[in-house]
């Protein structure tokens, strides 16, 4: 896989580098800020981008709006974002076009070198990887419409770890529920919010879109 990262911080970017090149990904372009992030995708054409939040100039949200705007420019680009908080505006936006290979993990979580790799990994492959606490925050503010409000107690649960990424197994163990129980809820998810099987739209990932953009 090669990987284009822009992070500020030289330790934090040398060591993201090291640690893809030891599972054998090559970083092909590595900025300290996002103010040539769009052209440098464009030159390397990466496998997968890495973006901290907070960047020069202002260390605000710099390297989120560019990763929204790598996105638009280049839809489907997969982006992880990094951060040391969470920007609930930019957040939304980024994942309400198309939430399909993105990623927006909180750095003071991510512990385990393995289980980082990973999520890079998965979202290079097409998956959508939110830390818990991204979607706590989003969920506080989106609870209030139909048809999310039609949503049970259990039901919540079962979409929050949707959309963290959880397969229905990992959300079986999490809930200490059979699968069954989990495919259960899960179908009638689809049925309040009204999304029907189709053989060109993801469910899932729309359940999970209509959660997060409910207000």
Known sequence: MRVVIAE?????REGIMRILAE????????????VGLLADVIRAAPDLVIVDVRMPPTFT???????????????????LVLSQYVEERYATELLAADSSSVGYLLKERIADVGDFVAAVERIA??????????????MTRTRRREPISALTPRERQVLALMAEGRSNAGIATSL???????????????????LPPTDSEHRRVLAVLSYLRSE
């Open 61 to 79: 949200d710099e390297g989120l709006r560019a990763a929204i705007e790598l996105r638009t420019v280049r839809p489907g680009t997969p982006v």
């Open 125 to 138: 492959g097409g998956d959508t990887v939110l830390d818990p606490e991204v979607v706590a925050q989003l």
């Open 23 to 34: 599972y054998g990904h090559e970083t092909v372009g590595a900025l300290g800020d996002a």
């Open 176 to 194: 200490v529920v059979s699968d069954g129980a989990v495919e259960k809820h899960i179908s009638s998810i689809f049925l309040k919010l009204n």
């Open 8 to 12: 500020d911080s030289v330790l934090l």
